[in-house]
């Protein structure tokens, strides 16, 4: 079992910056993915940005330039650096473990930007 514990969510206005972050304890396994999801309200949940701990990325178009994935394997933790930060950010995000044998959420942490 993997359980992940999100911290670093708010309010801010437009244009300012937040860092989110996401500690996985438990059953961790060498090579697994750490991502961070978000729900707009009235949205779907969509991916927002990923790390492998190989250290392949990948980022929603509508963030990049914007925000920045990163880990600390570890201390089994992935950050998101979030600036520039725009309204249609706002949402739910959610941290995401993935390996071979599981696929585990966090609560998720709210982020509101104000225009």
């Known amino acids: 079992q993997v359980h992940l514990v999100e911290s670093g969510g708010g309010v801010v206005q437009a244009g300012g910056s937040l860092r989110l972050s996401c500690a996985a304890f438990g059953s961790i396994r060498s090579n697994n993915d750490m991502n961070w999801y978000r729900q707009a309200p009235g949205k779907q949940r969509e991916l927002v940005a990923s790390?492998?701990?190989?250290?392949?990325?990948n980022y929603a178009d509508s963030v990049k330039e914007r925000f920045t994935i990163s880990r600390d394997n570890a201390k089994n933790t992935v950050y998101l650096q979030m600036n520039s930060l725009k309204p249609e950010d706002t949402g739910v995000y959610y941290c995401?473990?993935?390996?071979?044998?599981?696929?585990?959420w966090g609560k998720g942490t709210l982020v509101t930007v104000s225009s």
């Open positions: 995401n473990f993935r390996d071979s044998y599981m696929n585990t």
């Open positions: 790390k492998s701990s190989r250290g392949n990325t």
